[in-house]
């Protein structure tokens, strides 16, 4: 028989740890994934350029550089600051940008991949399966991708890791380049507490979101990347959610997406879901919701050569010269249906460098990009995903807030200014050294510290935006797919992706502009004061905290009742 002092003392003790970790375990966070998963600090160490050493058979590099656009993956060894993993997979990477640097003719400036367990099964380094080392083509600032990785970062939506880094090939210095984490089963560990759900590469038919039947056979561009065996029932459900007036918060996780949306249409990065050519985004689905992924950022600051966007009452956009433009590459996957129509003869190349597609970025469509309908070459209608969201006056509102505070915090002048400053000291001395580099050192001088520079962008962007936000600026969206709003096509036979017939959904009505003051001095409402929580696993690790918090809960009142219970058999006894 238990004594009382021993029953209270034990309900005392249980007492404690339950406030404790009720106190607690909101601030763990707590995910299973990424436990030994370092890579995210050691491969990415952004107060660096990281060395990456690659060595491999001459016959094979040369069977590369003879043929980059077969992608041909060969056996190579891989040095990232002084550590060694062998036996890797090597090959070229891209689609557009790599078919352009090919037609230069007198450049192998390829970006790469590197798949650390292609020839060893769970193979990594750090935690880390595959990297991409991409070329920074068409920026001669070198920061565009990582400006737009770190602003997704900063507003909550889980991001690849991404740094500088200086490679080598067989001894030889092949140049500065961003790496950029692979999005795949290991981004999913780290990012989600779940991770094993179905990702998405849409690129092609049905890329567009658009709904065609129920027949998950009929999207043949949607592209399932994990879980071949799935049903991809949580997909089709999502599509006819957002087509035809399903309950979006059953199927989205909305915040993030608003988020998402949000920064990509302050970055004017139209390479995308939000252009003519569809592409370029992941979609991840956990437990039937859907969030999206941001990809190839190459292109963003305006530097697919044309916003889209016009004043209210002008007769005619004003739109980049077609010559300074082509469509990017970005996606690292066999090229399908459209790509194949695609991937046709590179434009002409400038003098001595390259066509230089983003000359045009400070253009009037690309700073007065439209926010309330931030398609360009298309229009919201055809766009179902963003249309869904931005028809619902509660979700719109919430798009303006993170609008607004992305004008006001990362496109203030300060931060830009502090942000690429210190980016340029860190990277300058490698880009002055890179022997492969795409642009000279006058035209990286004048893109990071000329009169047009990304801290100029982002501020008359930021100006825009908050003009938007106001009512005092009114900009219609461009429609037209002439490509006026991006880039001209390559080839004869380009296309900007198919589109299949007879599709049928019920679309919101146009935005109209946002009827609320908002300027640079208020905070948005919903936002704190750093923008948002960063870490895409938030929302899942408060289910966890839930589950867990129930499950200690129960065993409280378990042990309760078992005190009681003695405790009466004491009092009998």
Not at 317 to 326: H, I
């Amino acid at each position: 028989m238990l004594k009382t002092r021993y029953v209270v003392a034990t309900i005392g003790l249980l007492i404690m740890i339950f406030i404790a970790v009720m106190f607690f375990l909101p601030n763990l966070q707590v995910e299973k994934a990424t436990k030994g998963n370092t890579y995210t600090t050691s491969v990415f160490d952004q107060s660096k350029v990281t060395t990456v050493d690659i060595t491999l058979a001459e016959e094979d590099l040369d069977s590369i550089l003879d043929n980059p656009t077969e992608k041909e993956i060969v056996n190579a060894d891989v040095t990232i600051d002084g550590e060694t993993v062998k036996n890797v997979g090597f090959r070229t990477k891209g689609n557009l940008s790599l078919n352009s640097v090919v037609q230069m003719g007198d450049s192998d400036r390829y970006s790469w991949k590197i798949d650390f367990d292609y020839y060893q099964e769970d193979q990594d380094l750090h935690g880390l399966k595959k990297l991409a080392l991409n070329n920074n083509y068409s920026d001669p600032t070198y920061m565009r991708e990582y400006l737009s990785y770190e602003l997704m970062d900063k507003m909550g939506v889980a991001t690849p890791g991404h740094s500088y880094m200086y490679v080598t090939i067989n001894g030889k210095e092949w140049g500065l380049y961003l790496g950029v984490e692979a999005i795949e089963e290991t981004f999913l560990n780290t990012n989600f507490t779940d991770g094993t759900g179905d990702l998405y590469y849409p690129d092609g038919t049905g890329s567009d979101l658009k709904w065609i039947s129920e027949d998950i056979d009929d999207y043949t561009g949607i592209n399932l990347k994990t879980n071949d065996n799935s049903d991809q029932s949580a997909m089709i459900k999502m599509l006819d959610s957002i087509n035809n007036g399903g309950n979006l918060e059953e199927v989205l996780d909305v915040d993030e997406m608003l988020r998402y949306f949000a920064a990509n249409t302050a970055l004017v990065n139209l390479d995308h879901y939000q252009g003519d050519k569809k592409h370029n985004y992941y979609l991840y689905e956990e437990n039937g919701v859907f969030s999206i992924l941001p990809w190839d950022y190459n292109m963003s600051f305006g530097g697919y050569s044309g916003g889209g966007g016009r004043l209210a009452g002008d007769s005619d956009q004003e739109t980049a010269d077609q010559k300074d433009g082509t469509a990017a590459d970005g996606n690292d996957h066999t090229a399908k249906q459209d790509d194949k129509e695609l991937l046709g003869e590179a434009p002409n190349m400038n003098g001595g460098g390259m066509m230089d597609m983003s000359s045009n970025f400070m253009n009037e469509s690309n700073i007065n990009f439209s926010i309330t309908e931030p398609v360009s070459g298309t229009t919201l209608e055809e766009r179902p995903l963003l249309n869904a969201l931005l028809s619902n006056d509660e979700y719109r509102e919430k798009y303006y807030d993170y609008l607004n505070d992305i004008a006001t915090d990362f496109f203030s002048e300060e931060n830009m200014t502090a942000m690429t400053t210190e980016i340029s000291t860190l990277i300058t001395p490698y880009v002055k050294k890179d022997p492969t580099k795409f642009y000279t050192m006058d035209e990286y001088t004048e893109a990071t510290s000329g009169e047009e520079t990304l801290v100029d962008f982002a501020v008359k962007r930021a100006e825009s935006i908050l003009a938007q936000l106001s009512g005092d600026l009114v900009v219609e969206a461009e429609t037209e797919s002439s490509m006026g709003g991006g880039a001209p096509n390559i080839g004869d036979d380009a296309k900007a992706g198919q589109q299949p017939p007879n599709m049928g959904g019920e679309n919101g009505a146009a935005m109209q502009p946002p009827d609320m003051d908002r300027g640079g001095n208020g905070a948005p409402s919903g936002i704190t004061g750093n923008m948002a929580q960063k870490g895409a696993g938030n929302s899942s690790s408060s289910k966890d905290t839930i589950i867990l918090s129930s499950v200690l809960l129960i065993l409280l009142l378990g042990a309760m009742a078992f005190a009681h219970f003695f405790k009466r058999r004491g009092k009998k006894g």
